[in-house]
């Protein structure tokens, strides 16, 4: 089957790539810049937000005598992210596409922008679909907002107070989406995906400072703070108070609660291993 992974050069899309091409899938991969995907992944050069390039991936198919059947669907950093992603999904669906699978975020509810507004769009379709609500990704722990402070001053910042995260690895979540387009039928339309153990950041303070045998340390911050901070990190600024807010979200308990619903879908992988795998990154 032919698949589209849109976000294939991202966190989860990378990896769902690779699992799709192991099953033995044909695998289109749309990115801003084609040099980074290697075949047989078929790239496809492709911008959310210009939609002179919203066709490509199907013309790219047709070339090869192909149809795409399911797409993984990874949004633009953007508030309005609907005003992008609903059109692809009326052309995708023109185009023969019959299962999408929507990345969205464990506390973004349905009809909730960014991504819970697509996914209320989905819904209204005569599509199969799933949403994966995912926790907060291990990976994060390798981009700039967290990346800098550990190995520039030893710290992780953030203003989620003694709130405990699931934090949850991109290759459970790639699991999980691989099994969404690929299973005969989707079971769960309103997927959350969480990792094994609930964290705090000073339980996570204490894994790097145990792995990198130095000290690393919790900075508390307001969300004043936190938005600042990730501004200074490479985030548009439309969506830093979003995200500064869900630190509030963690510190009252948000995604505790999310972690003990009985239904979801939970992944293998510690952080713990995650650090030690990646403990490289991080010396200085
Ligand atoms: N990180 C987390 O903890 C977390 C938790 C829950 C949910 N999420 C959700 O997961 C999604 C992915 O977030 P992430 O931060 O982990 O990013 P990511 O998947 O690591 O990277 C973003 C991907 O999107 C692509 N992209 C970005 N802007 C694009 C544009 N204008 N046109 C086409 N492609 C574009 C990038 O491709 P190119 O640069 O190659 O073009 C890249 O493949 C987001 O919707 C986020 O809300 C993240």
Redesign the pocket.
């Given at each position: 089957m032919a698949i589209l992974v849109?976000?294939?050069?991202?966190?989860?899309?990378t990896r769902l790539a690779q699992l799709l091409l192991a099953a033995g899938h044909s695998v289109y991969v749309?990115?801003?810049?084609v040099g980074?995907v290697q075949s047989p992944l078929k790239g496809v050069k492709?911008?959310?937000?210009d939609s002179s390039t919203k066709d490509a991936p199907f013309k790219a198919a047709a070339a090869n005598n192909e149809q795409i059947e399911a797409v993984y669907l990874?949004?633009?950093?953007i508030a309005d992210m609907a005003s992008v992603l609903n059109p692809f999904i009326d052309l995708a669906i023109e185009k023969g596409v019959t299962r999408f699978v929507l990345?969205?975020?464990?506390q973004v509810t349905k009809g909730q922008p960014p991504?819970g507004v697509v996914q209320e769009y989905l819904d209204t379709l005569k599509v199969d679909y799933c949403t994966l609500r995912?926790?907060?990704?291990h990976?994060?722990f390798l981009v700039p907002h967290n990346f800098r402070p550990l190995v520039n001053e030893d710290q992780i910042v953030s203003a989620a107070e003694d709130g405990r995260i699931p934090w949850i690895s991109s290759d459970d979540i790639a699991d999980a989406a691989f099994n969404a387009l690929t299973s005969e039928q989707i079971e769960e339309r309103d997927l959350l995906v969480v990792g094994p153990e609930l964290l705090t950041y000073e339980q996570i303070a204490a894994m790097f400072t145990e792995v990198l045998g130095r000290k690393i340390s919790f900075k508390r911050v307001s969300q004043e703070g936190m938005s600042q901070h990730l501004l200074q990190h490479e985030f548009h600024p439309g969506v830093t108070e979003m995200l500064s807010a869900l630190d509030l979200i963690v510190a009252t308990g948000g995604e505790e609660a999310i972690y003990k619903l009985e239904s979801k879908y939970v992944g293998k992988r510690t952080l713990l291993d995650f650090i030690r795998a990646n403990k490289e990154a991080w010396i200085r």
């Open positions: 849109t976000g294939g050069t991202g966190k989860t899309g749309t990115t801003r810049s980074k492709f911008d959310w937000l990874v949004g633009p950093p990345l969205s975020a464990s991504m995912p926790s907060w990704f990976e994060n």
